[in-house]
């Protein structure tokens, strides 16, 4: 559990980026649902609850998520159930429970870039933004490489696209933290492989994504990109599972993925 010596509720952005930056252990308050796991002090606690970040808008073209929207209202938006076959809901319907997904906020799992986040591995195969208060608005496979910094995430933009997009999740039992995650998605020519909680944050698997053509596919095309993409990322181990099962089951979870997008009209 973490140490909170202090909270403050700014009324503006501006004053939410000035109190962050003021020491180095102060830190933005989402749903507090993550940060519970970790044992730090922190000075001051920046709440952003009255910023009017808790929304999802569909706009013309693309999607707006306010980094305070909660992963049970992306569950649950309408415009999300409709895009792309409702990925982005079935990625984020297994996270806990209801109760957890509630609280937890898309804004914290993306700007913290938690290596067993089920948002980030299917959001880095969309075509998606995301908007700093300081940084600007950055593609989010660019962001991940980034170093960190003390900014603030303020929405999180996903361009509506033709994209055919499948998720992919291992548990070792329903609601627990992923042991891997998978994402695949097509554009046309253009295919996409995104691996998270390997037990690191997602990556895209770019080489791999290479392999596979613009036309149909074999069974040994996929699992030829499927291997690929286990021996082009680095795996590591943790109490869910080995570096060797992950690099395994990334072939697996890989090859089910390109499978389902394949067989999408």
Not at 95 to 100: A, D, N, R
Not at 132 to 142: N, P, Q, V
Not at 195 to 218: C, H, I, M, Q, S
Request: charged share 20%; aromatic share 6%.
């Amino acid at each position: 559990m973490f140490t909170l010596r202090n909270v403050v509720q700014p009324d503006t952005l501006p004053e939410a980026y000035k109190i962050l930056r003021e020491k180095k252990s102060n830190t933005i308050l989402g749903g507090c649902a993550w940060l519970r796991m970790g044992s730090q002090i922190i000075h001051t606690g920046v709440d952003l609850t009255k910023l009017g970040l808790d929304y999802i808008n569909n706009c013309t073209g693309h999607i707006e998520i306010g980094a305070m929207a909660t992963l049970r209202e992306l569950e649950t938006h309408q415009a999300l159930q409709e895009y792309c076959g409702g990925v982005v809901p079935q990625a984020v319907s297994n996270i806990i429970g209801v109760q957890f997904r509630n609280v937890a906020t898309a804004g914290a799992s993306v700007f913290s870039r938690y290596g067993f986040s089920d948002l980030l591995t299917i959001l880095l195969v969309l075509d998606t933004e995301i908007e700093l208060y300081d940084g600007g608005r950055m593609g989010l496979a660019e962001f991940m490489d980034r170093p960190r910094t003390k900014d603030i995430l303020t929405k999180i933009i996903i361009h509506k696209t033709e994209r055919r997009a499948a998720y992919q999740a291992l548990r070792n039992s329903a609601s627990d933290y992923p042991v891997l995650t998978a994402a695949v998605s097509r554009l046309g020519a253009e295919w996409q492989i995104a691996v998270g909680a390997r037990p690191t944050k997602a990556r895209l698997a770019l080489e791999a994504a290479k392999l596979l053509p613009g036309g149909n596919l074999t069974v040994a095309v996929m699992e030829q990109a499927a291997q690929a993409a286990a021996i082009e990322l680095p795996f590591g181990d943790n109490m869910r599972g080995s570096a060797e099962y992950r690099q395994a089951m990334c072939q697996v979870l890989v090859k089910r993925a390109i499978a389902e997008v394949a067989a999408c009209k």
